[in-house]
């Protein structure tokens, strides 16, 4: 029972260079979030998706990217990565209430 | 503006003693309340979870109380043990705008001492 997948775990990325984060969720979960951690900072949300061809903003949507074109994946794209962007990354999937479940992460710097 | 706050950032217990962490919101429309715990390169992991409708949730050793009219929630761990040390997160869940929104807390850090 795999849950929620995310990769990769680790990346370094260069000022200005793109790329994307991929999420898999095999729970058949309608919610799907990208979140990001910043040290004493808690949990804060870039995107969401209430399904398929649904996305929204979340708090903290610029320089970020999402599509939902399945149930099963949610990818985060970066365009032109900033050191602010260094973070560890988060994606989350539940139904439309109740717990949420995470992924590993993924650590992300930005040189 | 910081729907949900907690304001320690650390905690340290003695192995054995009660952990109470705990964790403020000021949106009223929050209706379900939910703590995780995170390991270090890990995700967080769901503990346990309260209904507004409610006032405690117990689950073994962790019980949730949760005070409406002070809009305060709080996480007690008892006895607590070494596996225990973690981030723990508070997170409070809404529908705003016809969507469900979750709201996470700071998180705080809680060591158990032996």
């Known amino acids: 029972n795999a849950g929620v997948t995310q990769t990769p775990k680790f990346r370094i990325l260069k000022i200005g260079q793109s790329m994307t984060l991929q999420c898999a969720q095999d729970m058949n979960h309608n919610y799907m979030y990208w979140y990001r951690q910043d040290p004493g900072m808690g949990l804060k949300l870039i995107y969401y998706s209430v399904g398929a061809g649904i996305t929204d903003k979340g708090e903290v949507p610029n320089g970020y990217n999402v599509s939902r074109s399945t149930t099963e994946d949610f990818p985060l794209r970066l365009e032109l990565a900033a050191p602010s962007q260094t973070s560890v990354y988060f994606c989350?999937?539940?139904?439309?209430?109740?717990?949420?479940?995470f992924g590993e992460g993924s650590r992300l710097t930005v040189l | 503006d910081q729907q949900v706050k907690q304001n320690s950032p650390s905690l340290s217990v003695q192995e054995g003693r009660i952990s109470i962490l705990n964790c403020d919101y000021t949106?009223?429309?929050?209706?379900?309340f939910l703590w995780y715990k995170k390991y270090p390169a890990e995700g967080p992991t769901f503990l346990i979870s309260i209904s507004s409708i409610k006032d405690k949730n117990e689950d073994g050793r962790f019980t949730v109380f949760l005070n409406k009219s002070a809009k305060h929630l709080s996480l007690h761990i008892v006895p607590s043990q070494p596996g225990d040390s973690a981030v723990y997160f508070c997170a409070a869940s809404g529908v705003h705008q016809g969507a469900q929104k979750l709201v996470f807390g700071q998180g705080t850090r809680l060591t158990i001492n032996p």
């Open positions: 949106n009223s429309m929050f209706d379900y």
């Open positions: 989350a999937s539940r139904i439309v209430t109740g717990e949420l479940f």
